[in-house]
């Protein structure tokens, strides 16, 4: 491919942008070990600037997604406005109810209205949050489930979910959804509450307009197809937002496109044939990972990248083509026209898109040739590093 791409493609390019996640920026591990990594923040504020950076050298990244507690400040105003000055906003807020003693057999699903209760208060803690960082959504994702069968009664934890949910989308501001995340099992092992899309799904339609379903990639079992939950989604108007990630076995949380770029093609291409670039229809591509033994801030650079080079390719699928060929029963033919724009290397065409528009051609080597990485080891000395608080 030329060094050049279609005008048309440049400009859904233009309008891309992926929230990163504060908690990429901190040390993260397994239950077996978390590996300390020199530089690593300490401060909401010191994540906020690995994430300005990032999107310093990719023009893609122009917002932060915020872990309360894990990200709590006396004045998310002045946090606000100290991302704004570094060039980034404030994005998702996603809630925590899966580190709480009080939440061992659930937090909105719990059979024990006062636990309950304190769930629904979070949540609505987290809203007030969201007025001060201008966020827009607001995620919540459940650790709740049971481990044994006989343990939990199903049936009446669905309804406790659909009273706790209607509690705090009626304590929604104006411009502010609420995004419900599935999980097919973990720390759940037996039955997990908000296990599917089919589950987010009635639940977010029940509530109303301004609620929505995440769709994190690695929240599915092992050959799921997830782009036809993106197109599903997309075709019922309840596709809120991604967190994206790579898995081989579990929720792995590994780069996006790294452990399957090909699923990323194909789920990026649903998103272009839905709309779901198109902003009015609101959906949020959000990453959600940890870097565990690779360096951090050129790991998200390497994500933003990835999500950028699938979608490229997924808008050069020649859709005219594609249809004739589908309509005409032509399936080898159809299947060719895909594959062509997935093996078209974009590489040469997104560099020069990027230096167009004042950004590195190669961000990862810009940002190793800047020093910044060791500044931060010379400057973040002492403290308390940042973690996911495990
Ligand atoms: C749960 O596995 C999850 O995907 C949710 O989005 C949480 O908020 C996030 O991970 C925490 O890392
Ligand atoms: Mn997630």
Not at 25 to 44: C, D, E, I, M, Q
Not at 153 to 158: A, G, I, K, N, P
Not at 289 to 302: A, F, L, S, W, Y
Request: aromatic share 8%.
């Amino acid at each position: 491919m030329t060094a050049t791409l279609p005008a048309a493609v440049q400009e859904q390019l233009a309008l891309q942008a992926i929230e990163v996640p504060s908690w990429a920026y901190g040390n993260s591990g397994t239950r077996f070990k978390v590996f300390a990594t020199p530089g690593t923040p300490r401060t909401p504020e010191e994540k906020i600037a690995d994430a300005a950076t990032v999107h310093a050298h990719t023009g893609l990244a122009p917002k932060v997604a915020l872990h309360i507690p894990w990200d709590e400040v006396d004045d998310y105003g002045a946090l606000r406005r100290y991302a704004e000055d570094l060039g980034v906003g404030l994005g998702t807020i996603n809630s925590n109810t899966f580190q709480d003693d009080a939440y061992k057999f659930g937090s909105l699903t719990n059979s024990d209205p006062a636990i309950r209760r304190q769930a629904v208060e979070h949540h609505v803690r987290c809203l007030e949050v969201m007025e001060q960082t201008g966020s827009q959504d607001l995620k919540i994702w459940l650790a709740d489930g049971s481990n044994y069968p006989g343990q939990a009664d199903l049936r009446s934890r669905q309804d406790h979910l659909a009273e706790s949910l209607r509690t705090i989308y009626d304590a929604l501001g104006d411009g502010q959804r609420l995004v419900l995340e599935y999980k097919f099992f973990e720390p759940a092992f037996y039955h997990t509450d908000v296990p599917d899309w089919g589950t987010a799904f009635v639940h977010t339609l029940a509530l109303g307009e301004k609620a929505a379903v995440c769709l994190d990639t690695g929240h599915h079992a092992p050959g799921t197809n997830i782009e036809f939950i993106v197109a599903q989604l997309l075709r019922l108007g309840k596709l809120g937002s991604f967190d994206f990630n790579s898995r081989f076995y579990a929720d792995d949380d590994l780069i996006v496109g790294a452990a399957d770029p090909f699923q990323l093609f194909r789920i990026m291409t649903e998103v272009v044939r839905g709309g779901g670039l198109d902003p009015a229809n609101g959906v949020v591509f959000m990453l959600d990972q940890c870097h565990n033994v690779e360096e951090k801030i050129p790991g998200q650079i390497r994500s933003v990248l990835n999500v950028q080079e699938m979608t490229a390719r997924a808008l050069l699928v020649d859709r005219d083509a594609l249809s004739a060929a589908q309509a005409a029963g032509d399936v080898l033919g159809a299947h060719a026209i895909l594959m062509d724009a997935f093996h078209t290397d974009i590489r040469p065409a997104l560099a020069a898109w990027r230096e167009e528009r004042g950004l590195p051609a190669d961000p990862l080597a810009a940002f190793f040739a800047s020093g910044y990485q060791e500044r931060l080891v010379e400057t973040r000395v002492g403290g308390t590093p940042a973690g996911w608080g495990a």
